[in-house]
C-alpha cells in the first residue's frame, strides 16, 4: 500500500495573505489541485493531506474531494512533524511519498521515477534534488568528497561554506513506511527554526537511514512557491507553456508575452488573438477565429469564424459560427448566439438567446431575452427585465424590427414580423406583423427659432 502525504499545513507566512498558501492559484488553479492530481496519478495510492492554519478553508475546498482524507496539525511543528500527524491518520503503509502543497509543477513520470529508483535500490528512502540558479531559501545538500549524500542543511542552520552549495533538496520524497515510522519519533527540534525538520530523517543513520537522492534536470519542475514573487514566477511558466501549447494547437498569437492563457483554454487551428487578450477557465476558440485585442473570454465556447473585436468582456457564454462581437461588448452569463449574430459596441447582454442573423449593433441592454432569427434590434433598446423585485421575461420574435431607443417593458412579447417604432415604451405584447408606436404626437412651430436665439443672446 503506497501512501502520499500532501503537507499543507505551514501559515506561509511569506505570503501575507489571509488566504492559505496552497490556495493561491497559478495560472488559474489552486497549487494545491495541482499537487493532488500528480498524488491521482499513482494508481492505488491512499492520499492524506496535512492541515493547520487556514484548514477550515483548505476541508471547504476539498469537501469533493472523497478520495482526501485530512490530517490535523496543530500547532504546526515543522515538515517531520506533519508526516508523523498524516501517518497516524493513515495507519501502517508499505511505502510513503511525501509531496508539499507548495511545490506545484512536478510531472507525474518524476514521481513515478522516484518511487522506482528507492525500490530498486531498496534504499529507507529517496528523494528529488536538483540545481537552480539561485538556490536561496531552500535546503541544501551535503555531499562527501566522493560525492556521497551526506545530509540536508537548511538555508537557516547553514554555514557561509554551505550556503555556496548550489545543488537543493525539492521537499519531495519516497519513504520506506517502516523506516519513516520507526524514524519520525527520533527527530528533534533543536535547530534555527526550533522545528520538527522531515529533512534530518534522511541521515538518522542509527535508524537505518539510507538515502538516494535523484536529481532533476529541470529545476522549474520542482520549484517551490513561498512568497509572491516565487507565485507570479509559477504562473508565468505556466502561461508561458499555455501559449505555447495554444501556438502547437494552431493558434496565431501576437506578441504572446501579453496574452493571459489558463491552459486550461482549447484552440483550433487558424484562430489568431490579438495583443493583451485574456482567455481563462473552459473556455474553447473554434477555427478561423480572431479575438481583438485586450478582450477578456471566460468559460465560454466560440464556435468557427467568429471574430470578437477589441475590448469585449464575455462570460459564460456560447457564440455561434460567423458571429461577430464587439467593439466593446459585454456578454455576460448565459448569453447564446446563434450562426451569424451581430453584436455592437456597447452592447450588454445576460441570458440572452439570439438566433440566427439577428443583429444588436448599437448600445443596448438585452437581458432574460429571446430574439428570433433575423430580427434587428435598433440603437438604444433597453428591455426592462428587472421591477425592484424580480426578472421578467421578454420574447422577440423573428424578423421583427425593433426601432431605436425602445423600452421593452418585460414580461412582454413581439410577435413575428412586428416593427416596433423608434422612442416606443412597449407595455404590452405586439402582434405578429403589428406596428406599434407609443410616441406622443408632434407639434412643430413654424419660424419660432430665430427670435429665440435672438432673446437668449441680448440677455448674455
Ligand atoms: C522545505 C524543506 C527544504 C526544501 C524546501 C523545498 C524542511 C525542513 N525543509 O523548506 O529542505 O528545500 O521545502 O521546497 O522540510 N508544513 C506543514 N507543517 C509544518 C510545516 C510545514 O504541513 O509544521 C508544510 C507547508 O505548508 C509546506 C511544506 O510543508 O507545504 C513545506 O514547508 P515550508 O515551510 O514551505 O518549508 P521550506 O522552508 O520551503
Ligand atoms: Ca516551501
Not at 471566460?298 to 457564454?317: H, Q
Amino acid at each position: 500500500m503506497l501512501t502520499v502525504v500532501v503537507l499543507a499545513a505551514g501559515r506561509g507566512v511569506r505570503m501575507r495573505s489571509g488566504i492559505p498558501k496552497v490556495l493561491h492559484e497559478a495560472a488559474g488553479r489552486p497549487l494545491l489541485d495541482r499537487v493532488l492530481s500528480a498524488a491521482r496519478s499513482l494508481p492505488g495510492a491512499r492520499i492524506v493531506v496535512v492541515v493547520g492554519a487556514g484548514r477550515e478553508a483548505i476541508s471547504r475546498h476539498l469537501s469533493d474531494a472523497g478520495d482526501v482524507t485530512l490530517a490535523v496539525q496543530e500547532p504546526q511543528l515543522g515538515t517531520g512533524d506533519a508526516v508523523r500527524v498524516a501517518l497516524e491518520a493513515a495507519g501502517g503503509s508499505d511505502e510513503v511519498l511525501v509531496l508539499s502543497g507548495d511545490v506545484p509543477l512536478l510531472r507525474e513520470a518524476t514521481l513515478a521515477r522516484l518511487l522506482e529508483e528507492r525500490r530498486r535500490a531498496r534504499a529507507s528512502v529517496a528523494f528529488l534534488t536538483t540545481t537552480p540558479a539561485d538556490p536561496t531559501g531552500y535546503g541544501r545538500i551535503v555531499r562527501d568528497a566522493s560525492g556521497g549524500f551526506v545530509r540536508i542543511v537548511e538555508e537557516k542552520d547553514a554555514s557561509d561554506a554551505e550556503r555556496r552549495i548550489r545543488e537543493v533538496n525539492a521537499g519531495v520524497y519516497a519513504f520506506d513506511g517502516a523506516f519513516v515510522s520507526r524514524a519520525l519519533p527520533r527527530l528533534s527540534k533543536e535547530n534555527a527554526q526550533g522545528e520538527y525538520y522531515l529533512t534530518d530523517v534522511l541521515s538518522l543513520r542509527e535508524e537505518g537511514a539510507r538515502a538516494v537522492p535523484v536529481q532533476v534536470e529541470d529545476a522549474s519542475e520542482v520549484m517551490g512557491v513561498n512568497s509572491r514573487r516565487e507565485l507570479a514566477a509559477v504562473d508565468a511558466l505556466l502561461r508561458t507553456r499555455a501559449a505555447g501549447a495554444a501556438m502547437d494547437a494552431g493558434a496565431t498569437l501576437l506578441r504572446p508575452e501579453t496574452i493571459t492563457l489558463d491552459e486550461t483554454v482549447a484552440f483550433e487551428p487558424d484562430v489568431v488573438v490579438e495583443p493583451f487578450a485574456s482567455l481563462f477557465g473552459a473556455t474553447r476558440v473554434a477555427k478561423g477565429s480572431r479575438i481583438g485585442q485586450g478582450a477578456v473570454i471566460r468559460d465560454s465556447v466560440l464556435g468557427a469564424g467568429v471574430t470578437v473585436r477589441p475590448y469585449c468582456v464575455i462570460e459564460s457564454s456560447r457564440i455561434g459560427d460567423g458571429a461577430v462581437v464587439g467593439p466593446f461588448a459585454r456578454l455576460r452569463e448565459g448569453t447564446e448566439l446563434a450562426e451569424n449574430v451581430h453584436i455592437g459596441n456597447f452592447v450588454e447582454t445576460k441570458k440572452a438567446r439570439l438566433a440566427k442573423g439577428a443583429k444588436a449593433n448599437h448600445l443596448t441592454y438585452l437581458g432574460d431575452v429571446e430574439v428570433g432569427e433575423r430580427t434587428n434590434v435598433g440603437a438604444g433598446v433597453i428591455t426592462c427585465n428587472y421591477d425592484g423585485f424580480a426578472k421578467h421575461k421578454t420574447t422577440i420574435g423573428k424578423d421583427v424590427f425593433v426601432g431605436s431607443d425602445v423600452q421593452l417593458v418585460a414580461p412582454v412579447s413581439v410577435g413575428d414580423g412586428a416593427i416596433v417604432g423608434a422612442g416606443t415604451t412597449v407595455t404590452q405584447d405586439v402582434p405578429a406583423d403589428a406596428l406599434a408606436t407609443s410616441r406622443s404626437p408632434q407639434a412643430n412651430v413654424p419660424g419660432y427659432a430665430p427670435g429665440y436665439r435672438e432673446r437668449k443672446s441680448k440677455k448674455n
